[in-house]
């Protein structure tokens, strides 16, 4: 899926120098980027952890 977004100029030249820094791309950027933010509020982030999350309450007593 495509997602167009609008990034601050100052944001995305930070981005570019990070880019270069690490040696990653734009788009492994925004993964890691997104990742952090789901973990951050306590969402998967990929299927496996959203399978392991629903068995893990599906366990719980009632």
Known sequence: MRKMI???P???SAL???ESDTGKSF???MD???ADL???YGRPATMREAF???AARSR???
């Open 38 to 40: 789901l973990k951050k």
């Open 27 to 29: 788009q492994e950027l």
């Open 6 to 8: 609008r990034i601050a």
């Open 52 to 54: 392991e999350q629903s």
């Open 60 to 62: 719980r007593p009632k």
């Open 16 to 18: 570019e120098i990070l």
């Open 32 to 34: 890691e980027a997104v």
């Open 10 to 12: 100052t944001s995305l």
